[in-house]
């Protein structure tokens, strides 16, 4: 079944995330992507030109999204692959772990794929026995340490070298005790090594997909590191895991979205590895899978697709918005307890999930708009997060302080004179006191807020007020 | 009712359709059949000797190593020159490709072998079916000739790269695939490459050498 989430939990959760020391000395490195990404977007003139077209490629997918079915599993079918279909978790779990038990495997090797995550594959696997080895090195690391990805293209953002090092020393005990794995170039190589003789000895591989390809029948996946190559070209047995929502018409438009892709998540040009791979081994072939398999899962994608959240299946994982929001950058991504963390876990948690479970984390935005900003497909992150707190509000979930302050915010809000007078005293006020700082460590009434953040101070009067002041003339 | 009839059922339901309609599929089938090109970036357009300069450039800011030869019997010369500078063993393996049997190897001196990797090899070389010039990518085709598992498994990979095979962009690739294999059929593997294996996993340090090649040669073959 979908993997069990702690969301309801998120107060909580990001109290925690706040006083980890440890946590707050990794997340620093998360603040790398934007920069990459923006040196990228700076060397393409076409950037923007391709986000629409990546964005107009997606809609016209999802809008026929039956029909391109229809042709991928003709063209896979076609090559020799098998297509399965799964309803939701549990349904593509069994089908997996029924692979696996009728081959008689015992170690499944994987490439990185969050929809794995989601429906809780390596648990399913390691009840009937298989055991199921990550592959990815950040992916092995929190393996080893019984752990979910903190982000989606990077899953153990969340740890130092340290931690690496210490999760290494626990679990290959065989290797010597003494030896030195002080940098990171140690660390990556006995991963290297113990992770090789796993791709060589594991019956099945399964990856995810980054694209499936209604025109020949394809799945595209895209990694750095190579291990998804390996997971897919070395055991006799490839299975791919994708969500429906992962169709492209035809092998152009994966390169438009390709051309965003890595931009938006590493700021490389093009990931080092995108392999576009169709069907088991072909008479003289001296390599590849004997069979190729994809089990194509639905896990609520059918449902947003006729609901207002559809703009979301657009979404290609690149992990941009997370990289460019001050919150995910704050408390990091285990803190929003489920799969998927930042705004697009904050918008497709609660579709996936229900808003009693996952209808706290939309309240986990300024509403500052970066990540729509960055979106290669632009998906409006913001707007989404908006409707699902008015959801909340209706269904009478969101929790009686806050509805009380909303409720004394309508109050003034519905008496613009009183408003207007209100703010202006309030602004001035602050205005005066936090006028030689510039900013306020320490509020009353406000310390939650305050503990792990500054409020800027006002630098004078509001803004209706300025705007009244030059007659609503922008100059 | 089965999952895929289950699927299909809630998706037509949410899109408000039945699926039979014609125009619908009309538009499904000439986008499958034509499959327009979109954007295509300037970066790695423009006359064949622009492309191969840009298409090193890019491979080498990807931290491949770019060489450039004259003609391919100088290919095994400048395969030992490297292995000779690097310290690194003098063996070499290669799958069924005609143009790199036909090389000239015993000056070199190399051991070679033939056929797929099973992860004993030090070194292989493979040549690409064609090389993107807008990223610095390779193109390169499973089967007999370049088996997939010589890109991955060894230490050090070498490419060669004929440079008329030498396109702008990832659509060109697909445009000769095509040709190559007619519409809608594909080889079984296509393998773009970019640069050396590596990852960054590690507080954001990028090292090379993941899980696949630590080390990326790509040999230019006739430029122009």
Known sequence: MTVPSTSSRFKANVS?????????????????????????????????????????IKDHTLAHLDLYLEAFERKATEAGGQVHYARDAAEATATIVDLCKARGARTVVKGKSMISEEIGLNAALERAGIAAVETDLGEYAIQLRDERPSHIIAPAIHLTRKDFEAEF???????????????????????????????????????????????????????????????????????????????????NDAAQILRVLARSATGQDMAVYTTIAVGPRRPGDPDGPEEWHVVLVDNGRSAMLGSPFKDMLRCIRCGACMNHCPVYLAVGGHAYGWIYPGPMGAVLTPA?????????????????????????????????????????????????????????????????????????????????????????????????????RDLAAPQGATFQSRWRAKSGRVK | MSARDEIFGAIRRSLGVAGDEAPR??????????????????RGQGEPAERVATFKAEAALAQASVAEVAEAADVPAEIARFLGENHLPATLRFGEDARLAAMPWEATGLELSRGPSDGDDANAASVAFASVAESGTL???????????????PNTHFVVVFAVDVVGDYESVFTKLRAAHGVGAAPRTVNFITGPSRSADIEETLLLGAHGPRRLHIVVVGAP
């Not at chain 1, 060397?43 to 986000?51: D, Q, S, V, W």
């Not at chain 1, 913001?382 to 909303?406: K, Y």
């Open chain 1, 352 to 452: 996936l999930l229900g808003v009693a479970e996952g209808g706290q984390l939309p309240n986990a935005s300024t509403l500052c708009g970066r990540c729509e900003a960055v979106c290669p497909t632009r998906i409006p992150l913001p707007r989404m997060m908006r409707q699902w707190r008015e959801r909340e509000f209706a269904r009478r979930l969101t929790p009686a302080p806050a509805r009380f302050a909303l409720g004394l915010w309508a109050f003034f809000a519905k008496r613009p004179a009183l408003y207007r007078l209100s703010s202006d005293l309030a602004t001035r006020l602050l205005h005066l006191v936090g006028r030689a700082r510039g900013r306020f460590s320490w509020l009353p009434f406000a310390r939650g807020w305050t503990r792990s």
């Open chain 1, 169 to 251: 020393r626990r679990a290959h005990r065989d290797l010597p005790a003494d030896r030195d794995l002080s940098r990171p170039e140690q660390l990556l190589g006995e991963a290297r090594a113990v992770l090789r003789d796993k791709f060589l000895s594991a019956e099945v591989g399964v990856t995810g997909a980054n694209f499936l390809v209604a025109e020949t029948g394809a799945s595209i996946i895209v990694t750095n590191e190579g291990n998804g190559d390996l997971a897919q070209v070395l055991p006799k047995v490839h299975v791919v895991v994708a969500s429906i929502e992962k169709l492209v018409p035809t092998l």
């Open chain 1, 16 to 56: 925690q995330a706040l006083a980890d020391e440890r946590l707050q000395g990794a997340l620093p490195h998360a603040r790398n992507f934007a920069g990459a990404r923006a040196a990228a977007v700076a060397r393409l003139p076409e950037f923007e030109a391709l986000r629409d077209s990546a964005r107009a």
């Open chain 2, 139 to 153: 193109a390169l085709v499973s089967g007999a000739d370049n088996p997939t598992t010589l890109s991955f498994l």
């Open chain 2, 25 to 42: 599929r009309a538009t499904v089938e000439a986008r499958l059949a034509h499959a327009p090109a979109g954007i295509v970036p300037r």
